[in-house]
């Protein structure tokens, strides 16, 4: 005898598709617990078995040092999408590619324009600025005559600042 759905009804998902409560699913309307709960269901995601590495004894596998876009820095090599560097000699480059521009939002125009008309405070309104920052920062790292770039949108005037840094740290593991 079959156990009887605890939620019938049209969700219930005892249908023609083959989903339900008691079938394997997207976690409807059973939702498996959320990530880090070891063995409590969602996917797991280690990069060095992702690109089919072997993970070394004496590294113990780690865990990521550094990631920069699709680029992980591992105390054992860089894992990118194309393959893995080794880690010693690597040579890191980067070129911001962003711009940002500031121009003066068109209701302060607006305004500045109606409150010029009551008085003439109304100019102030156009020493408001907004700021916009558009483009992409390109990572580079070559080793082992192997090359990977990889593009980071630029989300703000810091995000070069920012990648620059991790950069930074990159390059002083690869000096290790």
């Not at 339900?20 to 939702?31: D, E, I, S, V």
């Not at 969602?42 to 699709?70: E, F």
């Amino acid at each position: 005898m079959s156990q009887a759905n605890p939620n019938p009804g049209p969700d219930s998902g005892d249908g023609a598709y083959g989903w339900g409560p008691t079938q394997p699913g997207y976690g409807y309307p059973n939702p498996a617990p959320g990530y880090g709960y070891p063995n409590q269901g969602g996917p797991s995601y280690d990069p060095t078995m992702a690109a089919g590495l072997p993970i070394p004894a004496a590294s113990g596998g780690g865990a990521p040092l550094v990631s920069i876009g699709d680029i992980t820095v591992m105390n054992h090599g860089i894992v990118t999408p194309s393959g893995t560097l080794p880690i010693q000699g690597a040579v890191w480059n980067a070129t911001d590619m962003s711009r940002t521009e500031e121009k003066i939002p068109a209701h302060a125009i607006v305004l500045a324009v109606v409150f010029f008309i009551f008085c003439l405070l109304g100019l102030l309104f156009l020493l408001m600025k907004e700021r916009k920052t558009t483009g992409f920062i390109q990572v580079m790292v070559t080793s082992g005559g192997k090359h990977h770039s990889t593009m980071i949108p630029a989300t703000g005037p810091e995000s070069f600042q920012v990648v620059m840094g991790q950069i930074a740290y990159a390059r002083s593991l690869s000096s290790m």
